[in-house]
């Protein structure tokens, strides 16, 4: 069975159907594909998984400023405040919050980073995946397996908006990052393919609406910090997809209500920085002095 | 519907900060190395609009002329690409251009040495690209296959002369597009296959009457 799974309607049933787990599926799926075996597949999964792993060993200890000199220097301070503080939420958080903005600020000084699914939107999944294994000893097998989970969730949103702020806003980009998250997390934890698929609806329902108003056009202002939230955010959603909470709406009339949320959203307001807080007083600000910086 | 694959979605590895502006100006670059086909004396790089405005926030600057070196999107040596030996080898400029009649992230390479071309792109989001213009000519090449660029005189028997050659080889033609100015004058082929073509199978190409330009262009591996 190789055919296209193009909603999370089929996804379930063919799961139930096979018996085999969402992994399983897209990997077989990607092997016929790119006409390669699964193993091929799983190692050059590995390879972005490894190459999220070194964005944020080598995020962690820099402090480098951006181009634009506007960030670049959070994730110090948050590791500084980390020393003296226990966070309220514990060694997850801290964990969580700090590689998202270890890998984040990679990206924005033109470090390696994988785009998952985005550049903008790269530090979600990885610091989630990562902090979690780390904390959970999760097997590199399971950690793979949950990449795959990610990138399927995300091929099936794609299958009906792109992920690019300029067509549906940061709801595409961070957001569908939150949805592929949770779902993973739900695979690490070893919940179910429904619960799996419930988080997806649960991430990308409180998400909706979500504008791309980046400051100077830049990947900077609000990127770096909203990676941040929106990794907890996805925590939130797989929590309570894991105790049997649904989404009223399934999930693939959610990908629907973004799509269509997508196509409201003013261009204004869809990645080319005319509007929001892009336009603010200070943005306009900002936007001066990095245009005549650089 | 064109399946998706799970290596749009957690990949690419790239240097940031941006899909569109930074590892889109890779490739774009990379692909027009390979439809230049020589090395370049000179290169001007025209950004427009969005490219032109955040371009070199996004070091989408930097990332264009790494892809004309043939450095790939993952090389960390992009970020000081302008310190680089082999930046400095060539002569490059930029300009920074608004035609709102182009995309939102198009660039033009214009390329000078024994030979002057023109190669315009467009980066159209999450780090895919899409060459639309070959010195004027419409093409539409993605780097998502092994692709044969051609640029001839339209007249009976070339396409079939072409894909005959190629069917001997064994390989298959997953797409194909062909243009003409009009009837009889000159005509671009954009010809996607399912694998690499060798050298002599190219050679053969470009010993067909009538055909002015012959490229094939590898996919784009990240």
Redesign the interface.
Known sequence: MKKNISTFNELLSTCGQQNKRTYELFQEKEAFLLDIEIEKVRLKVKKSLDAMKEAIHIGLSSNEKSISKQCGDDCEKLQKRYKSHEPLFGKLFKKITAYALATIEENLRMGKIVACPTAGSCAIVPSVLVAISEELNISEDEQINALITAGAIGSIVQNKVALAGAIAGCQAECGVAAAMSAGALVQILGGSEKQMVHAVALALKNILGLTCDPVAGLVEIPCVKRNVFLAIHSVTAAELALADIESKIPTDEVVDALCQTGQLMSPMLKESSQAGLAKTKTALKIEQRVLNNI | ?K??????????????????H??GAVRLGLLSRNIYGLTPKKITFKLYN?YA??G????TD?GLLAGVLGIPV?D?R??NIFDLHEANEVNYQFEFLEDFNRH?NAVDFIFEGTQKMTVSGDSV???NVRITNINNFPVDLTGEYNSLVLIYKDRLGILSKVSGIIQTEGVNIAAMNCERIAKGEDASMCMSLDCALNYSIIEKIKRIDDIYLVRHVGKLES
Do not use: E, N
């Open positions: 519907m399946q998706s694959s799970l290596f749009d979605i957690i990949s690419p590895i790239m240097v940031g900060p941006s899909s569109s930074t590892a969005s405005l955040t070199r926030g996004h070091g930097k993952d960390t992009i970020k939102p989001g999450a780090g």
